[in-house]
């Protein structure tokens, strides 16, 4: 039989593998294009052409790119942690002070998400007012 400890583990892992995959599926993306030209040298030469998103793009851009990027993995980070909390919320199963300290946990993850929220509004405004200079 498997313990509560075991148990606990293993739905953990399950959770941050399938959430990291649902949360990472939009940022890791790949794309691919057919060259149509005179083959490899031709091939080349339309692949050099291609301008990626860093290179032409000024440094606000960056910035702000690799700032949502963040908050992005933080807001991962904290569904993981409600997920953690609501675990072990249920595994107190009565027992005050654990349920206690799973609600406070999770209260204060709220407010972190709030946090990230405005964090995210304020990057936003931030990022239309640099773009307008």
């Known amino acids: 039989m498997v313990s509560r400890t075991q148990f606990t583990s293993l739905l953990l892992a399950a959770l941050l593998g399938s959430s990291a995959a649902v949360a990472l599926g939009p940022v890791c993306h790949v794309s691919a294009t057919v060259f149509e030209g005179e083959g ?19 440094f606000v ?16 980070l904290a569904i993981i942690f409600v997920i953690i909390a609501g675990i072990r919320f249920i595994i107190s199963m009565g027992e005050e002070e654990k349920a ?3 609600r406070t946990s999770i209260i204060h ?8 929220l405005l964090s995210q509004i ?11 200079v």
Do not use: C, M, R, W
């Open 40 to 58: 490899l040298q031709s091939g080349l030469e339309q692949a050099q052409a291609i301008k990626g998103p860093v290179k032409n793009a000024d």
């Open 61 to 76: 851009a960056v910035i702000v790119s690799v700032i949502e990027t963040a908050l992005k993995f933080v807001t991962l």
């Open 109 to 116: 993850v709220i407010i972190g998400l709030l946090i990230i």
């Open 122 to 132: 304020i990057v936003a405004f931030v990022s239309t007012i640099f773009s307008e």
């Open 100 to 102: 206690k300290k799973a």
